[in-house]
């Protein structure tokens, strides 16, 4: 009897391949509606981005407004509120730079607990807002201030500046931010 010599080698992956159990297999069934009714899962969205408020300077160039390397004049995004009806006006003023965050996310829960003796029973539903763990900060900047009306381009427009606000860098941010429903839908 006469061998080639490859011929052991072969024969010792054959037998292997032979031995593999078989493939696995699987089938996908659809639900009727009774087992689909006993599924559950989690809802909420899970969110990440970057995002750029007036870096250069907004679109809006006249007296007040314009490009951010004008000293004279602001460039940033504006923000105002006021609690009263007839109170002054809070305002988030010249906002610009840029920042980033990995992981919020946004769900609607139930509360149904007094938390832990701290507050009233509630028993309704919030929204939750998770907080990303870290946000970094490029460039941001934003003046707090009080003001007489809404926009600098009103009548009579008076504006007290508090504090600037400079920020570059990471935010570590734990925890979650809950908002509270008022009022009847």
Not at 45 to 57: A, C, K, Q, T
Request: hydrophobic letters at 40%; glycine letters at 12%.
């Amino acid at each position: 009897m006469i061998r080639h010599p490859g011929t052991a080698k072969y024969g010792l992956a054959l037998a292997m391949l032979i031995a593999l159990p078989s493939p696995v297999r699987a089938e996908l069934a659809s639900l009727g509606d009774q087992a689909l009714s006993d599924v559950s899962g989690q809802g909420g969205i899970y969110l990440s981005g970057d995002v750029s408020i007036n870096e250069m300077g907004g679109p809006v160039e006249n007296s007040h407004f314009g490009r951010c390397d004008d000293a004279t004049r602001k460039c940033g995004a504006r923000f105002a509120w006021r609690l009263k009806e007839t109170g002054g006006w809070m305002v988030l003023d010249d906002i610009r730079g840029n920042f980033s965050f990995e992981g919020l996310t946004l769900r609607v829960r139930h509360v149904d607990s007094g938390f832990g003796g701290d507050g009233e029973l509630f028993n309704r539903d919030v929204l939750e807002l998770g907080l990303p763990n870290t946000v970094r900060f490029n460039d941001v900047r934003f003046k707090i201030a009080a003001s007489n009306t809404a926009r600098p381009t009103d009548p009579g427009f008076l504006q007290t500046d508090i504090f600037s606000v400079e920020m570059r860098g990471e935010v570590v941010m734990e925890g979650n931010l809950l908002v509270f429903p008022t009022g009847n839908p």
